[in-house]
């Protein structure tokens, strides 16, 4: 699953522990910093990018 612009969290708080991967996509290197140091890499892969620039083709398929 691949969650667009997740700011400070919330969301991401509560998706991480439902899934076995997700992909986050953050442009602001502050909030994408916090979110690398609050969520287990593992399990939460932060992609510190503009999302129309982003290529999704690089992310595991399927997607969500």
């Known amino acids: 699953m691949v969650?667009?612009?997740p700011g400070s969290g919330l969301m991401t708080e509560e998706l991480a522990?439902?899934?076995?991967?997700?992909h986050v996509i953050e442009i602001d290197r502050?909030?994408?910093a916090g979110l690398r140091v609050r969520f287990d890499p593992a399990k939460v892969v932060v992609h510190e990018a503009d999302?129309?620039?982003?290529?999704?083709?690089?992310?595991?398929t399927p997607l969500r």
Do not use: K, N, Q, T
């Open 3 to 5: 969650e667009i612009g």
């Open 17 to 22: 522990p439902r899934l076995d991967c997700l």
């Open 30 to 32: 502050d909030l994408a």
């Open 51 to 60: 999302v129309l620039e982003f290529d999704f083709s690089a992310l595991p």
